[in-house]
């Protein structure tokens, strides 16, 4: 239940943050000399609401992210049932190989692929339900064997893996992803990250994606020469579990 009149207060209150998260973004792209077209904001709609997802798009936002299936098969189901037409589902979280086959029901790009079976399992997902499915590798930037990092393939594993993608049926190479570890400074991380995507490139031309960047580093990802950053918290809130 909800009062009269709350809806659209949430709608204010998304719309006055999405353009607070969009004249960073400008802020960031013109601080190095970037146009913000080249940066795509993906809203982290994980925890929320299917009525803020409705209010997001309808402000114009095209790009929602998931890190859970469950959730994010729901998501997609109901955003297609209430008619919102246009959406990209971006799947953000680790994905478990049993789960593969489902999100390559749903989603549009897989942020998360770190090992070979899941390129094998989602490759096999997006070929049954007749889909093209791009993918990302995921890229651990912590420290080797630390727990700094925040899950993904080492930065030496990505180059057999990309190969493995691009020669997958039904999956299609867009480049890279990473989260920044824990308690350490983001910069010299992303600016690793994109060396990583450098490489990428020199074998995997139309690989050019680099997603980093969340609510706290946007502006040193972008700085980093991010594509696409993926935002929760600083549009719609803190989550009242964070995950
Ligand atoms: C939750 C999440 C985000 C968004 O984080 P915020 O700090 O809320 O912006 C981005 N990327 C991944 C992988 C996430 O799980």
Redesign the pocket.
């Known amino acids: 239940m909800s009062l009269p009149g709350a809806g659209e207060a949430r709608r204010q209150e998304l719309a006055a943050n999405l353009a607070a998260v969009q004249g960073r973004i400008a802020a960031a792209c013109a601080a190095v000399g970037r146009v913000p077209a080249e940066v795509t904001l993906i809203a982290?709609t994980?925890t929320w609401l299917h009525s803020d997802v409705r209010h997001l798009v309808e402000l114009g936002v095209a790009d929602l992210g998931e890190?859970r299936d469950a959730e994010a098969t729901e998501k997609a189901a109901v955003a297609a049932a209430a008619g919102l037409g246009g959406l990209r589902w971006h799947f953000?979280?680790q994905v478990q190989t049993n789960k593969a086959r489902s999100v390559a029901g749903y989603a549009d790009v897989v942020h998360s692929v770190d090992r070979s079976r899941l390129v094998r399992a989602l490759s096999v997902g997006a070929v049954e339900a007749g889909r093209e499915l791009g993918a990302l590798i995921q890229v651990d930037l912590g420290p080797p064997g630390s727990a700094e990092g925040r899950g993904g393939a080492t930065p030496s594993g990505v180059p057999a893996l990309a190969d493995e993608i691009a020669a997958a049926d039904g999956l299609r190479l867009l480049g890279v992803m990473a989260?920044a570890p824990l308690g350490r400074p983001p910069a010299p991380a992303f600016e690793a990250l994109a060396e990583v995507a450098s490489k990428l490139r020199e074998a995997h031309p139309g690989a050019t994606w680099i997603s980093a960047g969340?609510?706290?580093d946007l502006e040193v990802a972008v700085g980093a020469g991010a594509t696409h950053v993926?935002?929760?918290?600083?549009l719609l809130g803190n989550r009242p579990v964070a995950?």
């Open positions: 982290i994980k890190n953000v979280g989260v969340m609510s706290g993926r935002v929760g918290s600083g995950r």
